[in-house]
């Protein structure tokens, strides 16, 4: 993975490279409609089969779902179970919708914490999906970036004790290595829905030069118009990296 944050596509390129997406707006979905917040969630998986099927079509490199947050295991009980139980289902029912469009299933997060009922067919699901060659489908499970980032900070402190790396040699590369999204591109896009502006421990450090979208549509109606609208909007962002209007004008190799 490249810590230099040049773009590698057009500033103009219509669809993002890699789209990360915090699905948010479950629970009040269903309260509006005086349904159990359960029945939010039930619709939010629908959703996801929309939006995965819109971003492999419309030629998505990677997308990213924050499924599960770390945090999200405080929630009641029964809650928590019936994720789990729709994680379960997803898996199982999605299972030749994924391999039979070469889609790569991974995931981030800490999976050793998920039920043993979905980590099987989940793990093997990915494991069966490792050599598709269509778009990357990560599912963050369990995940937050500021662990993940104390995950890498211990990994990389590791090697320094051990003699093998010594801390001058720490730069972007070796962090961004240590991550969970290792050798991925970073997300061009993170949507989030629900009217929520924050980024609730997603995709810390892989967000940095990323362009943030927020709408108001609660996860369980974001469809294909809501995605093209956003991809609308991220076309017309001027991703500069910190550069000048006139440096991201030029092409790459006249810049210095
Ligand atoms: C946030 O809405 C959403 C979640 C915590 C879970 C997201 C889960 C799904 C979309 C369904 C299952 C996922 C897969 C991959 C099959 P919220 O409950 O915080 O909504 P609220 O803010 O309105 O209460």
Same mark, same amino acid.
């Given at each position: 993975m490249s810590a &230099?944050?040049?773009?590698? *596509?057009?500033?103009?390129a219509?669809?993002?490279?890699?789209?990360?997406? &915090?699905?948010?707006? +479950?629970?009040r /979905?269903a309260l509006?409609r005086?349904?159990?917040?359960?029945?939010?969630?039930?619709?939010g998986?629908?959703?996801?089969?929309?939006?995965?099927t819109?971003?492999?079509?419309?030629g !998505?490199?990677?997308l990213?779902?924050y499924a599960?947050s770390e945090?999200n295991?405080?929630?009641?009980?029964q809650e928590?179970?019936?994720?789990?139980q729709?994680?379960?289902?997803?898996?199982r029912?999605?299972r030749?919708?994924?391999?039979? +469009?070469g889609?790569?299933l991974?995931?981030?997060?800490?999976t050793?914490?998920?039920?043993?009922?979905?980590r099987?067919? =989940?793990?093997?699901l990915?494991a069966?999906s490792?050599? +598709?060659k269509?778009?990357?489908?990560v =599912?963050?499970?369990?995940?937050?970036g500021?662990e993940? =980032?104390?995950?890498? !900070?211990k990994?990389?402190?590791r090697?320094?004790?051990s003699?093998?790396l010594?801390?001058e040699h720490?730069?972007?590369d070796?962090?961004a290595d240590?991550l969970?999204?290792?050798g /991925?591109e970073?997300p061009?896009?993170v949507i989030?829905?629900?009217g929520? =502006?924050?980024?609730s +421990?997603?995709?810390l /450090?892989q967000?940095?030069?990323a362009e943030?979208y927020?709408t108001?549509?609660?996860?369980?109606?974001f469809d294909?118009?809501?995605?093209?609208a956003?991809? *609308?909007q991220?076309?017309?962002r001027k991703?500069?990296?910190g550069l000048?209007d006139q440096?991201?004008a030029e092409?790459l190799?006249?810049r210095h």
């Amino acid at each position: 993975m490249s810590a &230099i944050p040049y773009p590698k *596509v057009s500033p103009l390129a219509q669809t993002p490279r890699h789209v990360a997406i &915090i699905m948010d707006g +479950n629970g009040r /979905w269903a309260l509006e409609r005086g349904l159990p917040r359960v029945e939010g969630h039930r619709q939010g998986a629908k959703a996801v089969n929309r939006v995965v099927t819109a971003c492999r079509e419309m030629g !998505v490199e990677v997308l990213t779902l924050y499924a599960f947050s770390e945090q999200n295991w405080g929630r009641p009980d029964q809650e928590v179970g019936l994720l789990m139980q729709l994680l379960h289902d997803y898996v199982r029912q999605e299972r030749m919708e994924i391999l039979g +469009n070469g889609i790569r299933l991974t995931t981030i997060g800490d999976t050793s914490r998920l039920p043993v009922f979905v980590r099987i067919p =989940l793990d093997a699901l990915v494991a069966e999906s490792a050599k +598709n060659k269509g778009m990357r489908l990560v =599912l963050a499970l369990s995940y937050g970036g500021r662990e993940e =980032l104390v995950d890498a !900070v211990k990994a990389i402190a590791r090697r320094v004790a051990s003699g093998e790396l010594i801390p001058e040699h720490v730069d972007q590369d070796t962090v961004a290595d240590a991550l969970h999204t290792s050798g /991925w591109e970073d997300p061009e896009l993170v949507i989030r829905t629900s009217g929520e =502006l924050r980024l609730s +421990n997603f995709l810390l /450090w892989q967000s940095a030069y990323a362009e943030l979208y927020f709408t108001d549509t609660y996860w369980p109606d974001f469809d294909r118009e809501s995605l093209e609208a956003a991809f *609308v909007q991220f076309a017309k962002r001027k991703r500069r990296f910190g550069l000048t209007d006139q440096q991201v004008a030029e092409p790459l190799e006249q810049r210095h």
